[in-house]
């Protein structure tokens, strides 16, 4: 069954007070809508559009550039319209959410939870939270009748849909505007069933929600250090390379792959802040589909797995250790290629060089060492 997401990102955001729409804005860092498509990805989710106003298409972009596999559409007037629009890009689909992008604080369980339960049968679910304060009927300030809340839930999004049923209900809808995607189906005569939802949920509509935000969800990512070590003997050869630069040399590295020691220490490192074990036990030295490999794919791998635990490679440091080659006019050109594996710009990249003073194996030039860090955001 193949599921997909649509995100309503098309408001203005005007009331939550910034000079941009409030789902572009950052929430710890990282923009509003960003947070949804990545607990969306984390939950399995196949297929992810948003539905954006056509003026805002470089927001989008900047927003999720590191997400170029979800698709923008352009939304209409109404939510409904928005929707309406969303769903066409989203044609195969036998399942489908749909969410308010000022809705942040989506946890990959909850997506699951909705997945499971249409699964299971239902045609259109939601998560809902109960209302705790007592509720007024007002005419300014003045209370005119108050409002039993024991029938009340607030209703939150993602909002999750047979697609075929949604489809229909769509169909049906003509130009009425409704408020949610379970109003649409209710009019069409469809039960919808609800599941507890999550405080995490609000939605950011005043700029202060935005701050109480923050405060709910510091404590979902956590900053991670990891640290890489590796050293290579010196052979023969008449190159070396390192952090993916080849350095002419009158000798070379051994190893089992390109002996690249800088990337060998940084794949360790990121390995090391997402507790994935070692580059070893990734990319066995027994393993002959590995001999003379480019230390690259090393890099990509570990990049890749920080990208599927959520986390985001925030910054890398790496220091080689010899006496030659020397490192300085390569430099900037680890650096380069560095920034360039691992999609980061080059102020978040790093790559020093010292000597031991000529003391030691690494002073008799028997060989070569690197060390690194690798900082990680990552879900805690
Ligand atoms: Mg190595």
Redesign the pocket.
């Known amino acids: 069954m193949k599921v997909a997401a649509l995100i309503v990102a098309a408001g203005q955001g005007a009331r939550a007070g910034s000079h941009i729409p409030k789902q572009y804005n950052k929430l710890l860092g990282r923009p509003v809508l960003a947070w949804s498509v990545e607990a969306f990805q984390r939950a399995g989710v196949e297929q992810i559009a948003v539905a954006i106003d056509p003026a805002h298409e470089a927001l989008f972009r900047n927003a999720l550039a590191e997400n170029p596999e979800v698709s923008a559409v352009h939304g209409g007037a109404t939510r409904t319209e928005s929707v309406r629009s969303g769903l066409a890009a989203l044609a195969d689909a036998d399942i489908v959410l749909i969410h308010d992008a000022a809705r942040p604080g989506l946890q990959p369980a909850l997506v699951q939870a909705l997945i499971a339960a249409i699964k299971n049968g239902a045609r259109a679910v939601a998560p809902a939270l109960p209302v705790a304060d007592a509720l007024a009927q007002v005419n300014g300030a003045r209370i005119e009748a108050e409002v039993d809340r024991t029938s009340l839930m607030r209703v939150q999004t993602p909002q999750a849909f047979d697609a075929a049923t949604l489809r229909n209900a769509y169909a049906l809808a003509g130009s009425t505007s409704f408020s949610d995607d379970l109003a649409v189906v209710r009019a069409a005569g469809v039960e919808t069933q609800l599941i507890p939802g999550d405080i995490r949920l609000s939605k950011i509509t005043y700029a202060e929600d935005h701050d109480l935000l923050e405060r709910l969800l510091s404590s979902e990512r956590i900053t991670c250090v990891g640290s890489g070590i590796?050293?290579?003997r010196f052979g023969p050869g008449d190159h070396v390379t390192l952090c993916g630069v080849k350095i002419t040399h009158d000798r070379g590295l051994i190893?089992h792959?390109d002996?690249?020691?800088g990337w060998?220490?940084l794949v360790d490192a990121i390995l090391g802040a997402l507790g994935e074990g070692d580059?070893g036990a990734h990319f066995p030295p027994s393993d002959p589909q590995w001999k003379g490999a480019d230390s690259e794919t090393f890099l990509r791998h570990a990049a890749m797995l920080a990208h599927n635990a959520g986390a985001r490679i925030t910054h890398v440091d790496v220091t080689l250790v010899c006496e030659k080659p020397k490192i300085g006019p390569h430099r900037e050109a680890m650096r380069a290629r560095t920034a360039e594996v691992l999609g980061l710009p080059l102020s978040r990249v790093s790559v020093k060089a010292t000597t031991t003073e000529r003391m030691g194996f690494l002073g008799r030039e028997e060989g070569l060492a690197a060390q690194a860090t690798a900082t990680l955001d990552r879900p805690a």
């Open positions: 590796d050293a290579h190893g792959s002996a690249d020691a060998h220490a580059i």
